[in-house]
């Protein structure tokens, strides 16, 4: 078989497609009929010095996606169908990955070195493979093992390290494995290549270090030859030691003041002179800084100054020299930057590392920028015009208003004439700093903004000629017209001083929407997005006929999407696109004129039309416009109320279609929330189309293929649907109740350490609140005491949620709202449990003295149905 799986390998990769389809068949019959000796028949080819390069590529690569999956369902069954390999074939299959380490071919040694750690993820962990670490170890500490083979075992130790968790190592292995890392970098006897390998591995092993970072001396080692190689001879080497740097700053940023100093003397030399990939790391030292004590002192500002987190003040004390390099590095513009979305230089990582350090340090900034602002701002030459204008722009979020105010107020007029000037850059520029300064100092509602009726007529008329110049400058004049409106959602009566350039904006916003000189679609998203906030934001007692005229407009443009010509993939992907941004439109059209009785006829009489639109849109077969069209519907669906019953029987399919489908999940999320707003709309009549929702719904639930996020929203569904149909629910309360049970068992079993699992525990505790909550109203004056039986496992639910002290506010609301529904339902049926629970009024009385007064009220009506229950 080997040399004929060499032929295979080689005739998968021939450019006769018939030759390549079949040898892909082969592979795929061998895999399938016999997973163990395919996998050892690789690692043979991989391992073999005389077999081609192409042959070992190729079987590198197969080994490597018959044990990783980027699919976390497809990634257990391939981690399963390893697991059950026969331990002798397994070890025969990683003793030659261990030996393919010392190939003579590089491509060999590297594919080698991912596939070991790809078997250490599964294996490590299930304490499987003790011995690899003192394998890799041995070829490091003997003297005679040529460089090759240290470099492809510096590389497996950081692959490694990248895949398994430092609780799966000893404390003696990770002092084994650091030692050689740092022995490897800091050798001069190793050649760069080690090096580099070793600076690698030291980057993915760095959270494994806890203990030897918490260590003086050993910490000082490592501290040292990081440094030194941040000043080695080859520039790729210096990257990585500074990648590590940036590292280090955020895992262990309590433990580098000692550092510091030598730490800035050296970024200061790689952003002054090193090459570009260097320097960028350098800059990104100080941000990833910046990133720990902008969270320091959000924490500090919700705990108080009392807290115990070290918070050095790096930035602070760095600042007199940090700002002059950061400035600095704003003159390193290049020609071309604003063309290409892709670019990222030494330019803009300062600018982005001056913001963060504004934020960081507020007011002391400005007097430190603002020399170098005026110095600039009137030059000749574009680039310091540019770079004063960017460094005006990066400082606007975290000094006070009182500190900023007068700056912007007497530059405004300034940055407005600068909108004309000759160079695009420039014009760029100003133009997103404009936008900074509507967004960050503009709220009308809150009392103060740099625009006033007085200056809005030029502002507007600034921008809408601006909005006509290159297509970059273009999309950044939308952003700036994006935060203006937005200045005046909640402005009250100021919104008022709006309305007069409606008409203008809307006219402009469509016209740029309809540029062709964009060389991507990003103009005319960016043109739409405004002009959904436009709509938004507008004042309708005084706009509504400018609304109502858009109406029509934007239907017709979502009409002619359907007749253009669809010759490539390409041309239905920007079909897609554009449908998606006109249903977007659509959608806030429907809210805007809805929410007010005397404009709401004008979306009952296009409904129809507007229905058969998205219909004919969902023929279409792109995700991204089933999620707009989706949410339109919905909008549509709480629009029109229970006349929505007639687009139901056409619309149920694509409904269907949007429940199960879970490769997009997003998609099948915004479907979900459809049903809750069709419930919502249709009430009992919603009732037809239940069992088709309901069955989709608890198939859902099962899916271990769905993405989790779906999964919350589903129950709150289960509420609406109840709530709709009232005693009809009964039938599907078999189903729904061992899933919510099941779900609540989970969320008391969740991993409190990790941030992301607490966010889904909290969306999923609320939601199943909801879904109580919505099923016994909807039996509450018919069969309440089908609940009865469930009443004490959800008593129980709530008193878990009461005694943990990280829920989020929003599931204490749902907590307490659903045991005032529980208590109103079954009334005097409770009162034993109540008697037998009295956590609820520790609960009650945390919830009565919150700030929140909807949580105060929803309290007090809860403690008033428990009263009641118990009196009876």
């Not at 004590?293 to 602070?316: C, K």
């Amino acid at each position: 078989m080997a040399m004929e799986i060499t032929q295979i390998l080689l005739s998968a990769q021939s450019a006769d497609a018939k030759l390549r389809t079949e040898a892909e068949e082969n592979l795929r019959q061998f895999q399938e009929q016999n997973l163990p000796v395919f996998l050892l028949s690789l690692s043979v080819e991989l391992s073999n010095n005389e077999r081609p390069t192409e042959s070992r590529r190729l079987a590198g690569i197969m080994l490597k996606n018959s044990l990783d999956a980027k699919d976390a369902a497809r990634k257990e069954q391939l981690v399963q169908q390893w697991v059950v390999i026969d331990t002798s074939l397994k070890f025969q299959i990683k003793d030659l990955l261990l030996r393919t380490l010392g190939s003579s071919v590089p491509e060999a040694r590297h594919t080698s070195s991912q596939v070991i750690a790809k078997i250490a993820s599964i294996e490590i962990p299930r304490k499987e493979w003790p011995e690899l670490i003192g394998s890799l170890l041995t070829n490091m500490t003997q003297q005679d093992r040529p460089a090759a083979l240290k470099q492809a075992t510096l590389e497996t130790l950081g692959y490694v390290c990248e895949e398994i968790s430092h609780q799966d190592l000893v404390q003696e292995e990770v002092n084994s494995v650091l030692t050689a890392v740092v022995q490897g970098m800091s050798l001069v006897e190793h050649g760069p290549e080690v090096r580099l390998a070793a600076t690698r591995a030291l980057y993915n092993a760095l959270d494994f270090a806890q203990t030897n970072f918490e260590n003086e001396m050993e910490r000082n080692y490592i501290m040292k030859v990081v440094c030194e190689t941040g000043m080695s001879k080859e520039a790729e080497i210096r990257q990585a030691a500074f990648e590590c740097l940036v590292s280090i700053s955020s895992t262990y940023y309590d433990v580098i003041e000692p550092y510091m100093q030598t730490v800035f003397e050296l970024t200061s030399n790689a952003v002054k002179g090193d090459e570009e990939a260097v320097a960028l790391q350098a800059i990104e030292f100080w941000s990833s800084i910046c990133d720990e004590e902008i969270e320091l002192q959000e924490y500090e500002g919700a705990v108080g100054e009392n807290s115990v987190s070290p918070h050095s003040r790096f930035i602070e004390k760095a600042l007199p020299s940090l700002v002059p390099m950061l400035l600095d590095t704003l003159l390193k513009q290049e020609e071309d930057q604003d063309q290409d979305d892709g670019i990222w230089n030494l330019s803009m990582a300062g600018g982005t590392c001056l913001g963060l350090v504004t934020r960081t340090v507020g007011d002391a900034i400005v007097p430190l920028v603002m020399p170098f602002v005026e110095a600039n701002i009137l030059k000749t030459e574009w680039h310091n015009r540019e770079a004063a204008t960017y460094a005006f722009g990066s400082i606007l979020e975290g000094p006070s208003i009182e500190k900023l105010s007068p700056l912007v107020t007497a530059g405004l007029d300034f940055l407005l004439n600068a909108m004309k000037d000759e160079n695009s850059h420039v014009k760029d520029t100003t133009a997103w700093t404009l936008s900074r300064i509507f967004e960050l100092l503009h709220t009308p509602a809150s009392g103060f903004s740099v625009i006033s009726p007085a200056n809005l007529q030029r502002i507007v008329g600034v921008l809408l000629e601006s909005i006509k110049g290159a297509p970059n400058v273009a999309e950044k004049v939308c952003g700036a017209i994006y935060f203006l409106v937005q200045g005046y959602e909640d402005a009250g009566s100021s919104s008022y001083h709006l309305s007069p350039y409606l008409l203008d904006m809307i006219t402009c916003l469509i016209s740029t929407a309809d540029r062709t000189d964009g060389s991507d679609s990003r103009l005319r998203s960016s043109a739409y997005e405004t002009l959904n906030e436009v709509v938004r934001c507008a004042n309708i007692p005084e706009t509504s006929h400018i609304i109502t005229q858009l109406l029509p407009v934007i239907m017709n443009k979502l009409g002619q999407t359907m007749e253009l010509q669809i010759i490539s993939s390409d041309d239905r992907e920007k079909q897609g696109d554009l449908q998606a941004l006109l249903c977007g439109v659509l959608q806030v059209i429907i809210q805007k004129l809805s929410g007010s009785e005397d404009t709401k006829p004008i979306i009952l009489q296009a409904a129809d039309q507007m229905m058969l639109l998205f219909l004919k849109v969902f023929a279409c077969r792109s995700s991204t416009v089933h999620e707009e069209a989706m949410l339109a519907i919905g909008a549509l669906a709480y629009a029109t109320g229970p006349d929505f019953g007639k687009y139901m029987p056409e619309f149920y399919k694509y409904l269907e279609m949007g429940l199960q489908n879970f490769e997009e999940y997003q998609v099948c999320a915004i479907s979900v929330g459809v049903v809750g707003d069709v419930c919502r709309a249709l009430d009992d009549k919603v009732q037809p189309f239940c069992d088709g929702i309901m069955t989709h719904l608890l198939k859902d639930l099962s899916s271990g293929a769905l993405h989790r996020s779906v999964k919350p929203p589903i129950f709150s569904c289960f509420g609406d649907i109840a709530l709709a149909i009232s005693e009809h629910f009964e039938k599907y309360l078999p189903y729904a109740m061992p899933m919510m049970q099941g779900a609540a068992e989970i969320c008391a079993k969740m991993d409190t350490d990790d941030e992301e699992m607490m966010d889904y525990g909290n969306q999923l505790r609320r939601s199943i609140c909801e879904a109580y909550s919505g099923i016994l109203q909807g039996f509450k004056n018919s069969k309440a005491e089908l609940m009865l039986p469930h009443a004490a496992h959800l008593l129980h639910f709530i008193e878990v949620v009461s005694r943990d002290q990280q829920r989020e506010e929003s599931v204490t609301k749902a907590a307490v709202a659903v045991m005032g529904d529980l208590a109103d339902t079954l009334g005097p049926k409770m009162k034993g449990l109540f008697r037998d629970n009295t956590f609820y009024a520790e609960f009650l009385d945390e919830c009565l003295e919150s700030d929140d007064e909807q949580l105060k009220e929803t309290a007090t009506w809860t403690q008033g149905m428990i009263g009641r229950s118990l009196v009876s």
